[in-house]
């Protein structure tokens, strides 16, 4: 038999597609995330700016131009979109976020998973701002957990400290969790493990679905490339001319996010798109 | 020598300070402090380390009976999973076997109800003086005068339905839910082939937003949409249901029923179809006369040429199915309106609506249904099986007066507004720590905390009358007589005498009335439903701002509405209804609501269920319409006219 | 000016050697030193008479690839059986040790030396499996915890692991160094 060569360089590039003609809006992805990740407990925790949490279910309606009957409703799910920016002339691809930590709390990683280490940083929160799409949660107060609440703790995920920016990381504590399971079975290859993070795993219609952006076969790759595809407000996608978008691309940083959206609906297009009803 | 002055203890001290100051920093601890002094100030918890492992569990929050697995690091249960999907029910119950406010031993009343204190007992102590009254009620002859009031038809329901009827009581009821309300009504809880059908009218019934059996409407719906099965949601709110469906007929608040009179007139004399159910004669006369397409018009705001489009196209369709069952976890429906929407059904002659019946559940007692029982009857003792029938009945006041003066025991694992007015609470376990035939406990018991099934079956015991009611001695044995589901075999019947005034009742509602210009409706917020889901923490993380901000629940209104009685945005209103009035309710200006109509969220206002669900908003139930339906026994709150101010 | 000199360096030297002597003591416990070391062991003696060449007989893994780190006392009682015999004349028999029965087999009574925070995730399976091309390993559990198999105690032998020494043998091998790999 042939002898397999064991890759040690990560060719997979995680992405997520959300059809959110499916999703129902049942939250059954917030309350994975949040037990998954080990989510700080508040008694009210209705302050939605303040709110820490990974995983927004964000209610979404055509109400602000629309009007009734002509209303329609849908909830998004809300993560980090895991940016990739893109090589302009003066800087290299990277996420907004990544550009401006001082602190290099958080990077980029190989397998275009960007990663929060909470432990360098700082808590100037200018990762927040930079942020297109308000994915990070700044730790206001210290994370804690009322009484037995700490006996569900996932130690996994480890607890941060007051000060520091938490987000959404496609849970890539289970990718580990998956390597080692496939390392004790004999798959030592890195791009053999394949991993599902909380929110997807738990949803029941099957809106969610997480993959490889960088094999063409996969479910991800193939529902990206459909015609219902969206991303949250990345401008550079309005651009329909090859060549502008090139030219635009060589000149200025876009977010360019690997979580996508389907949506046989264009007033839901449109709204995550910044732009008015057409 | 010379005498030591104080320059020299100057020099000295000067010296030894110097000297522990080097000696500190040549050893490095400078840079090690700050290290140890952070670490420290922040003081964070870490989880504790164990082997990790997934153990299977069966879900006992409803009759469904969802399989998990469930992620063990160690002793302690970290996630639920699974490939179906869960309701949040089941999510919830990690936070529930965790939660700090768990009841841990039998508690005994002490002070007044409804204060709140209660005092640990022994387990023998309280199933001493539980049985001793009990055994002493039925000694006098009064058994009817005991009552159980269950929170669904789950085994433990069941278990305690044989209980108490075995004791000689014919008082045992469930909080109203789809089954029992269809089943009063009809005969037979409706079973709907969902996997069969190619047209569903839904007359507000929110599919997917926790109606029903929520983890399994997830599943059919993406069957819907693979087979693309047409949903025609008739509803006054655009909630997801209503978005997700291939049309959504909005109609105004509360008059679904009058929506399904229209279609069925026109299905009859239009179409010349019929209905195979008894009285079929008698209920289309009153119809035709009384709901003419016109008046349908007028009310549902439904036009007439739509009301014959929605007819043709649902009795076109090769196995249409008519879905009654206003709401989503907490659902509402008059039995006219049950009927009415179940005609449909049998008009086109439907497939895919049958009726059924479960062995060990009986919906009815002495009273029709649990409304009816509240308002009317009487209970020298009640016991409460996980229900919270004060906080989700429209009599909760009522019901609180009645237990204030009767022997209430309530088994449930956290405190909430019922329990607050119980003699007696016994903990109850979460579905991780009972064992079922299929799985051993993933958990340990939390304290003193007993399966609610091995607590009825001790209690049945200890009472004289009741003592061999049940074979068998521990939980595990009782899923022996667990209830089977068969078809009802019952007639459908129009009930004409019994829907009568019903009828009469829904024609004068609907007609203007200037005290009370607005109806006001509920609407649900995801993982909260009626109310269940507020205790938990990771509930409230998904909570959107404009359901719920700042300490201030938010009430939906049409913007023209708005513009009518001079609202602005987040502005705080008083409603009033005939009941009584909400106060401290804010303003959410929004198109997804029918004009004149209050949307208001059910699920918050609980007075005590714990830290997390308690003081959060208003309980819109206590000034909620209270007609009971008579064949139902249950208060029609779904619609109720209001004023604001 | 003797006097003065006097008077000022013997405080002096007798408060640098106090507190140095006390800052070490804190040094040590922040610097992982201090960990409990409650049963003596011999490393040496298991491996050379009982010719256990393999770590992975007392440091071994969970089926599901996690390791288990420090052996807890089940470890110990399986060959030094709690009903064992003190004293034999047979040196090749492990013998009943009277320091175990005030523990469980449960226990666990020594403190890792390279204990981590919670902030880090290390795999010892990843690590411990991978393999040159010409199929050497690439790591031993000497690299990084030093040469215990011949030592006498309980002593530390490489001072704290800290991240430097993962990302050193990391840069070597041409692994990845991105936060990632190693912290949530």
């Known amino acids: 038999m042939e002898e397999k060569k064991i890759e040690v360089k990560m060719k997979r590039r995680w992405g997520m597609v959300v059809d959110l003609d499916k999703c129902t809006g049942c939250g059954k992805c917030s309350v994975a995330c949040n037990q998954e990740n080990n989510m700080p407990i508040f008694e009210d925790d209705s302050d939605v700016p303040k709110r820490v949490a990974f995983l927004e279910l964000m209610k979404v309606t055509n109400d602000r131009d629309a009007k009734f009957p002509d209303v329609k409703t849908a909830y998004l799910p809300k993560m980090c979109q895991q940016c990739e920016g893109n090589n302009s002339g003066k800087h290299k691809a990277e996420p907004p976020c990544v550009s401006v930590c001082p602190a290099v709390a958080t990077d980029v990683g190989d397998d275009g998973v960007v990663s929060q280490v909470w432990s360098r940083c700082i808590g100037c929160r200018y990762c927040q701002t930079a942020c297109p799409y308000e994915a990070r949660a700044f730790n206001w107060w210290k994370p804690e957990y009322d009484g037995s609440f700490k006996k569900s703790l996932n130690t996994e995920v480890s607890v941060a400290s007051r000060g520091t920016i938490v987000k959404c990381t496609f849970c890539s504590h289970i990718w580990k969790r998956e390597r080692d399971k ?28 997480f993959g490889d952006l960088n094999d063409p076969d996969s479910e991800v790759s193939k529902l990206a490339s459909t015609d219902r595809a969206v991303r949250l407000t990345n401008v550079i996608d309005d651009e329909k001319n090859p060549e502008k978008k090139k030219a635009l691309l060589n000149k200025k940083q876009f977010a360019n996010p690997k979580v996508y959206y389907l949506t046989s609906q264009s007033w839901l297009r449109d709204m995550m798109r910044f732009k008015k009803n057409s | 020598m010379k005498k030591i002055e104080r320059k020299d203890f100057l020099k000295l001290g000067g010296g030894a300070v110097l000297g522990g100051l080097s000696g500190w920093v040549f050893s490095g601890a400078p840079f090690l402090g700050f290290q140890w002094l952070a670490e420290w100030t922040q003081d964070q918890y870490v989880p504790v380390k164990g082997f990790e492992k997934y153990a299977q569990a069966v879900s006992d929050s409803c009759p469904a009976g969802c399989k998990v697995s469930v992620r063990m690091i160690g002793e302690r249960a ?137 983890a399994d409407m997830q599943k059919i719906f993406t069957g819907w949409k693979a087979r693309g099965t047409k949903i025609v949601q008739a509803d006054t709110v655009c909630t997801m249901t209503a978005s997700l469906a291939a049309e959504w007929v909005p109609v105004k608040p509360g008059t679904e029923a009058i929506l399904a009179f ?59 199915v008519a879905v009654a069952g206003k709401g989503a976890c907490g659902v509402s429906a008059s039995s006219a309106e049950i009927i009415a929407i179940y005609c449909l059904n049998t008009l086109v002659k439907s497939r895919a609506a049958t009726l059924m019946k479960n062995s060990a559940v009986t919906y009815t007692g002495e009273f029709a249904g649990l409304d009816s029982f509240i308002k009317n009857g009487s209970f020298s003792m009640l016991f409460l099986n996980n229900a919270d029938p004060v906080y989700k009945s429209v009599f909760g006041e009522e019901l609180k007066k009645k237990m204030e003066k009767a022997f209430v025991v309530s088994i449930n694992p956290i405190m909430n507004d019922s329990a607050n007015y119980a003699d007696y609470i016994l903990p109850s376990l979460s579905f991780l720590e009972t064992a079922t035939p299929e799985n051993q406990p993933v958990v340990a018991s939390f304290k003193e905390s007993k399966d609610t099934k091995e607590v009825i079956i001790s209690l049945s015991k200890a009472i004289e009358k009741t003592k061999n009611t049940f074979a068998f001695s521990n939980g595990i044995d009782s899923f022996k007589i667990s209830g089977k589901e068969s078809a009802s075999g019952a ?23 200037a005290e009370y210009p607005l109806f006001m409706i509920p609407v649900e917020a995801p993982l909260v439903g009626d109310g269940d889901g507020l205790a938990f923490p990771y509930v409230l993380k998904s909570i959107d701002p404009t359901v719920f901000y700042r300490e201030k629940l938010l009430v939906q209104i049409n913007r023209e509405t708005g513009k009518k009685y001079g609202l602005s945005e987040n502005e705080s209103i008083v409603i009033k209804s005939e009941r009584g009035k909400l106060s401290k309710v804010y303003v959410h200006l929004t198109d997804t609501v029918a004009p004149d109509t209050v949307a208001i969220p059910l699920g918050f206002g609980h007075e005590s269920y714990t830290v997390y669900g308690s003081e959060k908003g208003v309980n819109p139930k206590k000034i909620m319409a209270a007609d009971v339906d008579p064949l139902t026994g249950t208060a029609d709150w779904w619609s109720t006219r209001v004023k604001i101010s | 000016m003797r006097r003065s000199l006097l008077l000022f360096f013997t405080p002096f030297i ?20 201090d960990a409990a070391k409650k049963i003596p062991f011999s490393h040496k003696t298991h491996v050379e008479k009982y010719g256990i060449s393999d770590c992975t007989t007392c440091h071994g893994y969970e089926e599901n690839g996690r390791f288990k780190g420090l052996p807890t006392i089940a470890e110990c009682t399986a060959c030094h059986a709690r009903d064992g015999v003190t004293t034999s004349d047979d040196h090749s028999v492990p013998r009943k040790k009277t320091m175990f029965d005030s523990y469980k087999d449960s226990d666990q009574p020594w403190g890792s030396f390279a204990k981590q925070p919670d902030l880090v995730y290390f795999s010892h399976n990843v690590v411990m499996t991978a393999k040159y091309e010409d199929g050497r390993l690439k790591a031993r559990c000497g690299s990084c915890h030093g040469d215990k198999a011949l030592t006498t105690d309980t002593k530390m032998l490489k001072g704290k692991m800290l991240m430097g020494q993962c990302m050193d043998c990391h840069t070597a091998l041409n692994l990845s160094n991105k936060c990632a790999v190693c912290h949530d």
């Open chain 2, 491 to 513: 007639r459908f019947s129009f009930n004409v005498d019994k829907i009568k005034n019903e009828l009469d009742a829904l024609d004068k509602k609907f007609a203007s009335n």
């Open chain 1, 182 to 209: 496939a390392v004790a079975k004999g798959i030592l290859d890195i791009n053999d493990v394949s991993y599902t993070p909380a929110c997807v795993g738990t949803c029941p219609t099957g809106a969610m679905v």
């Open chain 2, 78 to 214: 970290v996630k639920i999973e699974s490939k179906e999907g869960v309701c949040p029910s089941c999510h919830n119950a990690l936070q529930l076997t965790y939660h700090p406010e768990r009841i841990s031993t039998p508690l005994k009343r002490k002070g007044n109800k409804g204060d709140g204190k209660f005092a640990p007992v022994s387990w023998d102590e309280a199933i001493k003086d539980i049985s001793a009254k009990m055994n002493s009620i039925i000694a006098e002859g009064k058994a009817n005068s005991i009552a159980a009031i269950n929170k669904n038809e789950s085994l433990n329901g069941q278990l305690m339905e044989k209980f108490i009827r075995s004791a000689g009581s014919n008082n045992v009821y469930y909080e109203p839910s789809l089954k029992s309300l269809t089943s009063s009504a009809l005969g037979g809880y409706v079973n709907y082939d969902f996997a069969n059908t190619d047209y569903i009218l839904s007359f507000g019934a929110k599919l997917v937003e926790g109606w029903d059996s929520s």
């Open chain 3, 14 to 33: 007798i408060f640098t050697w106090i507190f140095f002597g006390i800052s070490q003591k804190g040094c040590d416990s922040v610097m992982q030193a």
């Open chain 2, 262 to 320: 229209g279609i069925a007139n026109y299905l009859i004399t239009g179409k010349r179809l019929n209905s195979t159910g008894e009285e079929f004669g008698k209920w289309s006369q009153l119809i035709i006369n009384k709901f003419p397409l016109a008046k349908v018009a007028s009310y549902t705001g439904v036009s007439e040429d739509k009301i014959k489009k929605i007819g043709d196209e649902f009795s076109k369709a090769k196995n249409p």
